[in-house]
């Protein structure tokens, strides 16, 4: 069980936002943080940190240039997400991204595109592609979400879909999007259920309050549940966790040796 850190980018800059408000208009854009610090600052003391396989996510448009600086820092430290597909992804991973992330690209109308997945497949290492499965309970099962989180597509989590996406990808990323960004605590049913059925590594984020919620991860995770944590942490101006406090309790270092 690790910290996974996060550099959410709008509009150029390092941001804290709550992403169910992420509308195509820009209309009701609620932000929790805006960084006066660029990209590469984070990038840089991740590393130093210790802190392995965070992901660099592009919010929209006009990230392209943030995202290739906090990549660039420490080649193969960062992986990077919003907007992935086979067309682009060999050149983000040459951009130093470590892994991509895949979301929309994924789903036609909703719903799960095999020829899509195919086409991953054939352009993505498996090695090197992280399926991101964010989600929102639906009449009591988890579906999965796209376009900026405000499509709810036709797949629902459970083990056969992690079974099946298995084969594409090495990790999932999984937000809790209903609670995401707003600080009111995880979604501990849905970290349960992630825990019982993927079969590969999973980062789950969304709702991160303060360090119980760190402890309600573990036990509902049975500590095979990484996270991420975004508004509650003091360096995106969040008074709930410090970061060093997160530091303090990482396992030992495990990333990739130049």
Not at 90 to 100: F, T, Y
Not at 152 to 175: G, K, M, R
């Amino acid at each position: 069980m690790r910290f996974r850190p996060c550099i959410d980018l709008h509009d150029g800059a390092v941001k804290q936002i709550v992403g169910s408000s992420l509308r195509d208009d820009g209309s009701g854009l609620q932000t929790n943080f805006a960084a006066s610090q660029p990209p590469e600052y984070y990038a840089d003391m991740y590393y130093r940190d210790g802190l392995t396989g965070g992901h660099v996510i592009m919010l929209g448009p006009g990230n392209t240039a943030a995202a290739k600086a906090a990549l660039s820092v420490h080649p193969g430290n960062l992986q990077v997400g919003g907007g992935i597909n086979p067309d682009n992804a060999a050149g983000w991973l040459d951009h130093g991204a470590d892994k991509v992330i895949v979301t929309s690209y994924m789903f036609t109308d909703g719903e799960l595109d095999q020829a899509k997945l195919r086409a991953l497949a054939a352009a993505i290492p498996r090695e090197r592609l992280v399926l991101d499965l964010s989600c929102r309970p639906v009449n009591g099962q988890y579906h999965v979400t796209c376009n900026r989180w405000q499509t709810i597509c036709s797949l629902v989590l459970n083990q056969e879909t992690f079974t099946e996406l298995a084969q594409f990808c090495s990790e999932f990323l999984v937000h809790a999007v209903d609670v995401e960004g707003k600080q009111s605590g995880i979604d501990q049913t849905l970290v349960e259920r992630l825990a019982a059925w993927s079969p590969l590594p999973v980062t789950y984020a969304g709702g991160v309050h303060c360090m119980a919620d760190i402890d309600l991860i573990a036990n509902a995770g049975q500590r095979r549940i990484d996270y991420t944590v975004g508004s509650a942490l003091d360096i995106f101006g969040g008074t709930g966790i410090r970061y060093q406090d997160l530091i303090a309790i990482q396992p030992p270092l495990d990333r990739k040796q130049p």
